[in-house]
């Protein structure tokens, strides 16, 4: 007796074990709840560069900076009336937060002030800057611009200052350091200063204030606004699907109860496991909404089609594992993100496989399904097209063949990208500011540390760090800052409005150095003694326990974030370190690059791990039923093609491996293995391929045709890495269905032969 069996004779039972199932997870979300979060540091790996990055964070970053882009409405920000609505906020958040701050309007007004000699402080510069008018700052302008590098005036300013007139402007508030790693009170105090401007109705500028958490929370309202959109959309689809599939109130109801209960399931262990939910794993309901009613169109037709549900149960039962190995092979993966998406994605569909399979024969064992024919239409057409694939095999293979080894060779060419601001949605007002705020200046989008341990304290060290510093050069490096140039910059009188230069570290300087490196002479002692000054003054390139043991060269980069770009950066920067004490090359430029590596290798290894494990179930299964090993290498061939294909096409869209892309390779070989095996299964047991197309077309049509417009669906969400995942999950799942119905029946028609 099978378990099909044992089913039917207790309905009452399976149908009650479901429930109290459903009751436990059901309590886990009432008194757990369910956590949505989205955060960088989600995406990252845990290894030597990443823990070296948050070192760096945590121990050299004395502020969180906090920027806001501000545009004229009247087309030039170095108007008067501009720059006093800038100073106003600046002098608000001061007084709210304790928050230093920067901006071109504050070093235009503290220029004023100092030829007038008077105290530097946002009442002053807000009142020389009333007094002042137009004229005069151009004429400041004027002559900034024959005394300073316009690289240096253009630092806060949009790309289109032209000496007079710029469109935009940057303010950088320095907050406490410690919100970096304190999310929730970062949050708040970037809130307000979102509401202080709000309040100031300001009538010259428009302000944004584009800090990290508020884009991350951002982007989750956007994410949670698609889902309850796009699931209510979804359903419906299905809703449609169903009705036209079963054309059975009753049925329909059945199928969205199953996976009703598959969706709380999956929110239950996601509470119970005390996962938060992110953009990609709080899409998981979308895709059980395509995936997961397969199951229940599958057992559901064979049995008012009067097939043997034991087969279809089998098939089943291969294709859940098959799936599930699918998710599950992104548990590899160094990013913890991906890790809880492959599970809770395997466990929602192990959710759908068990309640279909304890329900649907017990609700036919109490209340029986309408039986009916086979729906001649579409059964129809698919032997129709099978048959003119048979009887032109030679043919449609070399095609194939073709095809294939043109979108392999395509798919060596993707590239790997990692920006989180890519989730922002396009229509949000927050996103079009941050795409301003790139494309517009000219400050340095990424960072490159070179983070060095040890004993710090000494001339040798020194000079290892200036030859370094020589031998780096890029065309995207924007600046290179060390404790030779910070100790430069503190002692060096670069013009009458160097605001850093100090007269009493200077003396202190020239008695130890010369041409910026230690004399010969210097002592331990001596050089301490720079160091204690410029760690009280800027400590951001020191660190001290006992003694100096750390210290920082930071070198800032422009760059678009491709892999390519960073990686050649990458080598000149590992080339151009001479230094023998211990020592990484971290930042969040690297960072991001050892992400995009991170992608790519996450997709090798699951991809590799989803087939030899896919293959290893299905040998164990066929060679158990059918004694052959062949049929679960054939029942690999339409994966295998849809994979390369997939990967191809994006290849050829230019669409490249993201957080969210790099899980379609191996999604595509979970979804994709479940028709070769229903395919695989029925020939097995008949031998004919258009008994196979007779038998499985309708169902596999069906759950083809619900999988792809629920994945569809998700091309309309706000998110744009979840609008490019649910068109290339689509296509994957196309791709698969006619890898398994039109060519793998040809494949399997020749070892027939």
Avoid at 273 to 287: D, K, Q, R
Avoid at 652 to 667: E, F, K, N
């Amino acid at each position: 007796m099978d378990l099909v069996d044992s089913i039917r004779k207790k309905p009452r039972f399976a149908i009650a074990i479901v429930l109290s199932i459903t009751m436990i997870f059901s309590l886990s979300i009432l008194f757990n709840g369910i956590k949505y979060e989205f955060n960088e540091e989600s995406f990252l790996p845990d290894n030597d560069v990443v823990r070296a990055n948050k070192e760096v964070l945590t121990e050299y970053e004395d502020y969180y900076y906090v920027v806001v882009l501000a545009k004229s409405r009247d087309g030039n920000i170095l108007n008067k009336e501009d720059m006093l609505e800038i100073l106003e906020i600046e002098k608000k958040v001061n007084e709210s937060l304790n928050a230093k701050s920067f901006s071109f309007a504050d070093f235009i007004s503290s220029i004023f002030l100092m030829n007038e000699n008077k105290e530097i402080n946002y009442e002053n510069r807000i009142e020389v800057m009333e007094r002042k008018g137009n004229e005069d700052i151009k004429q400041l302008l004027h002559f900034l611009s024959k005394i300073i590098p316009s690289s240096y005036l253009s630092i806060f300013l949009s790309n289109d200052f032209d000496g007079e007139k710029a469109n935009a402007t940057i303010i950088q508030f320095s907050l406490n350091g410690s919100l970096i790693f304190n999310e929730k009170e970062a949050l708040e105090k970037e809130r307000i200063i979102e509401r202080i401007i709000s309040e100031e109705k300001t009538k010259h500028i428009e302000a944004t204030v584009l800090g990290g958490k508020i884009i991350e929370e951002d982007i989750m309202r956007a994410n949670k606004k698609s889902i309850a959109i796009l699931l209510p959309l979804s359903l419906l689809l299905v809703i449609i699907i169903l009705l036209l599939t079963y054309k059975n109130l009753w049925e329909v109801a059945i199928s969205l109860i199953i996976l009703f209960l598959s969706i709380l399931w999956v929110y239950g262990v996601a509470s119970l496991m005390h996962f938060s939910l992110n953009p990609i794993s709080a899409s998981i309901p979308v895709l059980l909404a395509g995936i997961g009613i397969d199951y229940s169109i599958h057992m559901i037709l064979r049995i008012k089609e009067g097939e043997n549900e034991r087969i279809v149960f089998s098939a089943l039962l291969l294709s859940t594992i098959t799936t599930a190995i699918g998710f599950l092979s992104n548990v590899v993966s160094s990013i913890s993100l991906l890790q809880q998406f492959g599970i809770l994605a395997s466990f929602g569909i192990f959710s759908c496989f068990s309640i279909t399979i304890l329900l649907v024969p017990s609700i036919d064992e109490l209340k029986n399904f309408e039986k009916v024919e086979k729906t001649k239409f579409v059964r129809n057409v698919i032997v129709k097209m099978v048959k003119k694939a048979s009887h032109h095999k030679t043919a449609t293979i070399s095609a194939i063949f073709l095809v294939t080894a043109f979108l392999f060779i395509s798919s060596l060419n993707l590239t790997s990208e990692y920006d989180i601001k890519d989730f922002l949605p396009k229509n949000l007002k927050i996103s079009r500011d941050a795409r301003y705020l790139i494309s517009n200046f000219n400050f340095s989008t990424g960072e490159i540390d070179v983070l060095i341990k040890g004993n710090v304290t000494s001339a040798h060290l020194l000079h290892e760090i200036k030859s370094s510093v020589d031998n780096i050069s890029d065309s995207h490096i924007v600046k290179i800052e060390s404790i030779l140039s910070l100790m430069h910059d503190y002692a060096t009188n670069d013009s009458i409005f160097d605001l850093n230069y100090n007269e009493s570290f200077s003396e202190m300087y020239s008695k130890v150095m010369e041409n910026d490196l230690p004399k010969k002479n210097a002592t331990y002692e001596e050089i301490k003694e720079l160091y204690d000054w410029i760690y009280k003054h800027g400590r951001h390139v020191l660190h001290k326990n006992a003694k100096y043991d750390g210290t920082l060269i930071r070198i800032h980069v422009s760059t678009k974030g491709e892999k390519k770009e960073v990686e050649k950066l990458y080598e000149k920067v590992k080339k151009g370190i001479r230094i023998d004490e211990k020592h990484i090359i971290t930042g969040s430029t690297i960072t991001a690059y050892v992400v995009m590596n991170a992608f790519q290798k996450s997709q090798i290894e699951s991809i590799i791990l989803a087939l030899i494990l896919s293959f290893v179930v299905m040998s164990i299964v066929f060679i158990k039923k059918y004694g052959s090993v062949i049929l679960a290498i054939f029942a690999l061939i339409p994966v295998i093609l849809s994979t390369i294909w997939i990967l191809g096409t994006m290849s050829i869209l230019g669409i490249s491996l993201t957080v969210t892309t790099i899980t379609v390779a191996s999604i595509s070989i979970g979804l994709g293995i479940d028709y070769s095996i229903h395919v695989v299964n029925e020939f097995a047991v008949h031998g004919e391929i258009e008994r196979v197309a007779k038998n499985t077309g309708h169902a596999l049509m069906a759950s083809a045709v619900t999988t792809i417009f629920a994945f569809a669906l998700l091309s309309f969400s706000l998110l744009p890495p979840i609008k490019t995942f649910g068109f290339l999950i689509s296509l994957s799942i196309l791709f698969a269905f006619l890898a398994s119905m039109f060519v793998l029946p040809l494949l399997l028609d020749i070892i027939k032969k």
